[in-house]
């Protein structure tokens, strides 16, 4: 009977030695912009247009700026109306080989004459879209480094940026046995001291790999920033809750 009752406390004790304890610690980072556009010149010259303003919103496709392209207006406008003339001869020709007044020969340099100006109107409309400068996202300008008359003086000059602030973006350095538990597609809580707000957060990405110093994994998360007035540039903060079993 002692042998069974101290048995029993052996155990109850070992059991009371593993129980979990838990522990938090807060991980915070900055919002920001999902994307950030600079939009370059594909070449230097000179800028006749700027259509938006910083601060302004703007869609795909929107034009921001447009560099001097009068020179390829001209070239483009005298292939159109070559082409509208080698079309009609095409077509005069046509009629004539059926009353046998011209040659398949005649027809065929016609038809040849008449692709290559429709590539050559291809060509200018392409180099007038290229001085076009658009954005390739929804978002705002957040920057117009040139004013019109102005010139940019080389390729991939920076003329303008544009950022995507639908969704926010958020960067944390988590410990590597907090960020394997988090894969794409998880939902998580954050906190935001600025306003006493909280939102849920997408994870987006979990690095497959740590840092070699201080053995943290990156782990990128978005949020819609219509959500509790968030902006760029605001704390965000991560509650990492761990339970451990102490030894």
Same mark, same amino acid.
């Given at each position: 009977?002692?042998?069974?009752?101290?048995?029993?406390?052996?155990?109850?004790?070992?059991?009371?030695?593993?129980?979990?304890?838990?522990?938090?610690?807060?991980?915070?980072?900055?919002?920001?912009?999902?994307? !950030?556009?600079?939009?370059?010149?594909?070449?230097?010259?000179?800028?006749?247009?700027?259509?938006?303003?910083?601060?302004?919103?703007?869609?795909?496709?929107?034009?921001?700026?447009?560099?001097?392209?009068?020179?390829?207006?001209?070239?483009?406008?005298?292939? #159109?109306?070559?082409?509208?003339?080698?079309?009609?001869?095409?077509?005069?020709?046509?009629?004539?080989?059926?009353?046998?007044?011209?040659?398949?020969?005649?027809?065929?340099?016609?038809?040849?004459?008449?692709?290559? +100006?429709?590539?050559?109107?291809?060509?200018?409309?392409?180099?007038?879209? #290229?001085? +076009?400068? +658009?954005?390739?996202?929804?978002?705002?300008?957040?920057?117009?480094?040139?004013?019109?008359?102005?010139?940019?003086?080389?390729? !991939?000059?920076?003329?303008?940026?544009?950022?995507?602030?639908?969704?926010? #973006?958020?960067?944390? !350095?988590?410990?590597?046995?907090?960020?394997?538990?988090?894969?794409?597609?998880?939902?998580?809580?954050?906190?935001?001291?600025?306003?006493?707000?909280?939102?849920?957060?997408?994870?987006?990405?979990?690095?497959?790999?740590? +840092?070699?110093?201080? !053995?943290?994994?990156?782990?990128?998360?978005?949020?819609?920033?219509?959500?509790?007035?968030?902006?760029?540039?605001?704390?965000?903060?991560?509650?990492?809750?761990?339970?451990?079993?102490?030894?």
């Amino acid at each position: 009977m002692f042998v069974r009752t101290a048995c029993f406390q052996l155990v109850l004790v070992s059991a009371l030695l593993v129980t979990p304890c838990g522990w938090a610690q807060d991980f915070s980072s900055y919002l920001e912009p999902s994307r !950030n556009i600079d939009i370059s010149a594909p070449e230097p010259g000179v800028i006749t247009q700027v259509l938006v303003k910083e601060g302004q919103s703007v869609k795909v496709g929107e034009v921001l700026v447009k560099l001097d392209a009068r020179v390829i207006e001209q070239e483009a406008e005298i292939a #159109r109306q070559e082409l509208k003339y080698k079309n009609r001869r095409l077509e005069q020709l046509k009629g004539l080989l059926d009353k046998k007044f011209a040659s398949p020969q005649e027809i065929e340099r016609a038809e040849s004459d008449l692709e290559i +100006t429709t590539l050559r109107v291809k060509r200018a409309e392409a180099l007038i879209e #290229r001085l +076009t400068l +658009t954005t390739p996202i929804d978002g705002v300008v957040t920057e117009l480094r040139y004013d019109v008359s102005e010139s940019v003086p080389g390729a !991939n000059s920076h003329v303008a940026t544009v950022v995507q602030l639908d969704p926010l #973006r958020v960067q944390f !350095n988590l410990p590597v046995t907090a960020a394997r538990k988090l894969k794409a597609g998880d939902k998580v809580p954050l906190t935001f001291p600025e306003t006493g707000a909280a939102a849920e957060a997408v994870v987006d990405f979990v690095s497959p790999v740590s +840092t070699a110093v201080v !053995n943290t994994v990156r782990v990128t998360m978005s949020i819609p920033s219509g959500r509790s007035g968030l902006t760029a540039g605001m704390k965000a903060v991560y509650k990492v809750e761990e339970t451990s079993t102490p030894n």
